[in-house]
């Protein structure tokens, strides 16, 4: 398990990260995805240490909390030593039923990382991430919020999840001009099947020197290896949870491709999707969640799969985004510097 330097920070976390959205839920979308006790919960944690993960993800939206809660216990129950692993949770969705108890607000963000502590029982969160872009809100004032809990000691580094270019860029400059803590990551929806990145946040991020942390690296299972091209086959989240979106006519040819690749080196599909993602530049860890100890497993074997020059164009043919302007005005009014 390589380690990879989280953004210009001085924190060092594992290529792959154990996701969380599986740990509890009883009801609507998350007893979909999820559902797992606490003793399936303090499995998967212990799987994943054991294969030299060092970093977990959560949400305080996560089954209404429960998320947050189990792995906390699961820490707990492990005797992890807290500076042996690195936790990352998330704010921004509904808490509660009034207007103030969800949003980037300076005051859902203090309340909601005091009870992410309280659920975790931990007395810091390593990475603090805004789960999206709050249009209500002005920017400045959410990064004001997440400068006074690192000033408090409350969180060490800063991130972001599903924020546009433009976005990412003006909180970047905010933070600067008013020398509030930086912005390190980014959380973001990146496969084989989804490349939209790559236009503008891909660069964006590179040139900034932020990190990003993929989440659905297997697009909701659709390239976990038990579809065929249109999404059929077999049963899974994706019978009653058809997320993330999917072009399934490029996705056909994709899942052909990803078959060929797998059988000639011996591997898995899901495990080719992984190691994709871990082959690009961009990534600095890879979210993976799971349902049972043998799926992380295979999972995380995805770290010893190495894909050849050959592979990696196979697989960058069929599922490269269309030319999009400005993109190729760019590339071509460019090509004089190449």
Known sequence: MRMRQLGHSGLFVSELCLGTMTFGGNEGMWSQIGRLGQDEADALVKTALDAGINF???????????????????????????????????????????????????SHILSQCKQSLQRLGLDHIDLYQIHGFDKAVPIDETLEALDTLVRHGHVRY???????????????GIAEMRRLAPILSLQAYYTLVGRDLERDIAPMLQSEGIGLMVWSPLAGGYLSGKYDGEGTGADGRRATFDFPPVDRTRGSAVISAMREVADARGCTVAQVALSWLLHQSVVTSVIIGARRPEQLSDNIGATKVELSADDLAKLDAVSRLPAEYPGWMLERQGAYRD
């Open 158 to 172: 800063l991130g972001l999840s599903n924020w546009a270019a433009w976005q990412v860029m003006k909180a970047v």
């Open 56 to 106: 977990i993800d959560t949400a305080n939206v996560y089954a209404g909390g429960e998320s947050e809660r189990i792995l906390g216990r699961s820490l707990s129950n492990l005797g992890v030593a807290r500076d042996d692993v690195v936790v990352a949770t998330k704010v921004l969705g509904p808490m509660g039923a009034g207007p103030n108890a969800r949003g980037a607000s300076r």
